[in-house]
């Protein structure tokens, strides 16, 4: 991985009752994230080479027009990565899933879209948890999935983030429905 990589999010704004819960269950699964990132689900992937102001110019133009949008999320998923041989806690949306996919695919259309990693795209989602126990993984999900897990929260604007080494800074945020 390069020494300097960008990223877009969305970091939705959830009650705070929903954030918490969000939070204790990353602490407990996710500890290192949990405090780097906001829960977020990831429009651009790190990218490594572009310049900072190109980068953020790049999202805007992208995101001109953009309107907020209700993202629910009712479904924990356990999610096995063959390629790293982990399993990923996630929870998924019902609503705003295709608001998300459609998002992500504005934002590689223009100078990102080399940048666009080949295979499908991965389902929206926001990480709770990773590990290598496939069937921990499945017990945690079916039990907040018993919850009748409901979480209501906006997509309102979209942040560039910088990972550098162990650093991560958020460069800017920039919110839905303003003008092009």
Do not use: N
């Not at 705003?96 to 990102?112: H, I, M």
């Amino acid at each position: 991985m390069p020494a300097e990589t960008l990223l877009a999010l969305v970091c939705p704004e959830f009650g705070l009752a929903d954030y918490e819960q969000i939070q204790l269950w990353r602490r407990e699964h996710d500890a290192p994230r949990a405090d780097q990132f906001l829960p977020h689900f990831t429009l651009v992937r790190p990218v490594g080479g572009w310049k900072q102001g190109a980068f953020i110019r790049e999202i805007q133009a992208r995101l001109a027009g953009q309107e907020p949008f209700e993202i629910v999320l009712s479904r924990a998923v356990s999610q096995p990565d063959a390629q790293s041989g982990a399993v990923m806690d996630w929870l998924v949306p019902s609503i705003g899933r295709e608001a998300l996919s459609a998002l992500q695919d504005q934002l590689y259309a223009g100078a990102l879209a080399p940048e666009q990693q080949a295979g499908p795209a991965a389902m929206p989602h926001i990480t709770l948890g990773r590990g290598t126990d496939v069937a921990a993984s499945q017990a945690r999900m079916a039990a907040i999935e018993e919850t009748g897990l409901s979480m209501r929260c906006l997509a309102s604007a979209v942040q560039i983030v910088r990972i550098k080494g162990e650093r991560v800074k958020l460069l800017e945020r920039i919110p839905l429905g303003r003008e092009a």
